[in-house]
């Protein structure tokens, strides 16, 4: 198993940034698929983004393109969100999760992850 765990999230200023990481421990040695999801309140969980293993494919969700940028740092076991020109409906509690799979592969459906971090509240004022 791997555990998971947020970080970074707060409280910001529309147009603002924030950078959230998600620190991985356990079954390290593992090539997991990465991805981010978020959850607004009242709404259903959604894609954010996800990156492969070697971090050579990522694809983001069409609200965040532009704006946003994951990456990883395997040697950590560390993925990062960066999260640029940010609007107020980007608030949400964000989470990472992780997928094992072919290496090289990414994901966009939450059923594909096994493993879920506890999230890191985002909120962006206006």
């Known amino acids: 198993q791997v555990q998971l765990v947020e970080s970074g999230g707060g409280l910001v200023q529309a147009g603002g940034s924030l950078r959230l990481s998600c620190a991985a421990s356990g079954r390290t040695s593992t090539r997991y698929t990465m991805g981010w999801f978020r959850q607004a309140p009242g709404k259903e969980r959604e894609f954010v983004a996800t990156?492969?293993?070697?971090?050579?494919?990522?694809d983001y969700a069409d609200s965040v393109k532009g704006r946003f940028t994951v990456s990883r740092i395997n040697a950590k076991n560390t993925v990062y969100l960066e999260m640029n020109s940010l609007k107020p409906e980007d608030t949400a509690v964000y989470f990472c999760?992780?997928?094992?799979?072919?290496?090289?592969?990414?994901?966009?459906?939450?059923?594909?992850?096994?493993?879920w971090g506890q999230g890191t509240q985002v909120t962006v004022s206006s």
């Open positions: 990156i492969n293993w070697s971090g050579g494919s990522t």
């Open positions: 999760a992780a997928a094992e799979g072919p290496w090289g592969a990414i994901y966009y459906s939450g059923y594909e992850y096994t493993y």
